[in-house]
């Protein structure tokens, strides 16, 4: 039976700006109301990885793959599990012994109640096979209590996507999380699909 460690991390709120203009002329018509100002900056959800954002290939001494990481994230290690943060969002990468490649089913069976066993605030999402370019993947979505505000200790909710690759005897897993809400795909798409092996 696989051993795989679980992820949550940070907290997540909406905001929207929309800027009025407007006009006149001594008749009263052509007046612009609730215009949108196409030189204002868009608001983005907390969480959301810019576009700009830079990424480079990681690869742990004596591993045999490799995968992209956001440049400048912070790294911290613990075990045999690596994890990359900013201030919202994280991506954790570690790699366990296994036989075989996991089935949806063996997930539902097996990972879904650990999960929700040791996640908090644990809401199942899907689990389903999603084709990458370093191989098919095992992903599991579901919800997650994030870490509370240092500041005002409010509690947030984490979307997390945990997927799950089998190579040569061995299960790399990258589980990636972010603030509900936050438009990541693009990002989240990147180091998923970024994953090669070297043997």
Not at 14 to 20: C, D, F, W
Not at 55 to 64: I, K, M, R
Not at 125 to 136: A, E, K
Not at 145 to 161: I, N, S
């Amino acid at each position: 039976m696989r051993t795989r460690t679980l992820l949550a991390a940070g907290a997540a709120a909406v905001v929207i700006g929309v800027a009025g203009c407007g006009g006149s002329s001594d008749s009263g018509e052509g007046q612009a109301t609730g215009a949108v100002d196409p030189n204002q900056a868009e608001a983005s959800p907390p969480g959301d990885i810019p576009d700009n954002q830079a990424f480079v290939a990681y690869s742990p001494l004596g591993a045999h793959y490799s995968v992209k990481v956001p440049e400048g994230w912070a790294r911290t290690q613990s075990g045999g599990a690596v994890t990359f943060t900013d201030m919202l969002n994280a991506i954790r990468i570690e790699t366990t012994p296994a036989a075989a490649a996991p089935t949806p089913s063996e997930a539902k069976r097996t990972d879904l109640p650990q999960l929700a066993r040791s996640v908090k605030g644990f809401q199942p999402g899907s689990v389903d096979i999603v084709n990458r370019q370093g191989g098919r993947a095992l992903r599991i979505t579901y919800l997650a209590d994030a870490k509370p505000d240092p500041v005002t200790g409010k509690t947030g909710t984490d979307a997390v996507e945990r997927y799950v690759l089998f190579h040569n005897g061995k299960d790399l897993v990258l589980t990636v999380s972010g603030p509900k809400g936050a438009d990541n795909v693009d990002p989240w798409m990147i180091v998923t699909d970024s994953v090669r092996w070297s043997q």
